[in-house]
């Protein structure tokens, strides 16, 4: 046998107990959206919102990692493709929610939606396309592969990042 | 513009293309999540702490279910298993752990919620909150671990990669069961 229940235990609770402290920052924010004056529209978007940022940064370190292997810079590419990919999804999710909300429930326009959606999007995508960009130079400088190291950092830091700034920019806009 | 050529300007095309395809398809998949999400609203102001640890419970999930599926990956490519349901071997510990997981962290998460809670001046009952996250917790990995099972081995027996399958299947999934569980576990518990 080559798997021990013990050890899978053993060597699990450390990492797992860190991504629960981690998420402790999402469940803060999250707390503190529920008297938004429309909290179904926030929480509609959630799981998808953040999985967004969180698989384009992700694609981002990936391809910066093939790339430092093929020898080429192409930074700016990777960067402005994701950037526009997730312009384009955010608002394709603004307006599918919207839409949805619209049948079922009382929401706001279209227009300030849209915004709350996109503006929180992109900038929370840009936020972590930075640590992406910066954990690459930091493996560089230490020999590794740089996505072993930013791709569990981005998914762990992407739903807090996300989440905090959906509900800031959505207390901005819509107000309490 | 910063220094491109046009065959980088034909794969920033391709990557476009490929990337806004598949992600129309994950952004109207978690959309549902997201729907499932909406009927716990009212448990979300009703109980204190319960979403404090919401993120937190979500992230579990993918977590153990997705390693999990990764573990049984690798030992379907190594032959440590047989690709069918077992009670024994490689298979049986994998089960055994990931249970224990399951409980062991979903008592945690409701403990670090319960005290973040108290710190930030908030009256969560921690007791129902233990409650809610073992109720649920057990009763989504009582679905999510056979489905993580049935999903490696079949793709393996089709000659697919499971490590290629396996996690993102469950991703989608279990966010929708794992919610729907808190729901169920909320109406039971609270009333």
């Known amino acids: ?176 | 513009m910063f220094g491109f050529n046009d065959d980088d300007f034909r794969e920033l095309k391709e990557y476009i293309k490929e990337s806004t395809s598949i992600g129309f398809i994950y952004t109207l998949a978690e959309l549902v999540s997201g729907g499932v999400l909406l009927s716990l609203q009212n448990s979300l102001v009703v109980v204190p702490g319960l979403a404090i640890m919401l993120p937190g419970i979500l992230d579990l999930r993918g977590n153990i279910s997705s390693t999990l599926g990764a573990r049984l990956g690798s030992a379907l490519h190594m032959g440590w298993m047989k690709p069918r349901f077992e009670w024994k071997g490689d298979e049986k510990e994998n089960l055994i752990g990931s249970i224990i997981l399951s409980v062991t962290m979903n008592v945690i998460v409701a403990v670090i919620a319960s005290i973040t809670a108290w710190l930030l001046g908030i009256e969560a009952n921690i007791a129902l909150l233990i409650g809610i996250a073992i109720l649920a917790g057990i009763m989504a990995m009582s679905i999510l671990m056979p489905v993580a099972l049935a999903i490696t081995i079949e793709s393996y027996k089709h000659g697919w990669d499971p490590n290629n399958v396996t996690a993102p299947a469950i991703a989608t999934i279990g966010d929708i069961v794992m919610i729907s569980c808190l729901v169920i576990a909320v109406k039971i518990l609270v009333r």
């Open chain 1, 1 to 176: 046998m080559h798997y021990h229940w013990k050890q899978i235990v053993k060597e699990s609770i450390g990492p797992l107990t860190l991504a629960v402290l981690f998420s402790m920052i999402s469940g803060i924010s999250l707390d503190s959206g529920l008297d938004l004056k429309e909290l179904a529209s926030i929480l509609i978007i959630i799981p998808s919102f953040i999985n967004i940022s969180g698989d384009l940064s992700a694609v981002v370190a990936a391809r910066i990692s093939t790339d430092m292997y093929m020898g080429k810079t192409r930074r700016w590419l990777n960067i402005s493709g994701a950037l526009f990919v997730g312009l384009v999804l955010y608002a394709f999710l603004a307006l599918v929610a919207w839409s949805f909300l619209k049948l079922t429930a009382n929401v706001g326009s279209l227009v300030t939606y849209l915004t709350i959606v996109v503006l929180a999007g992109v900038l929370s995508l840009g936020i972590m396309i930075g640590i992406a960009v910066g954990l690459e130079d930091i493996g560089k400088r230490l020999h590794m592969d740089p996505s072993d190291m930013s791709i569990p950092l981005l998914s762990s830091v992407g739903d807090a990042v996300g989440v905090s700034l959906l509900i800031f920019i959505a207390k901005m806009i819509m107000g309490v």
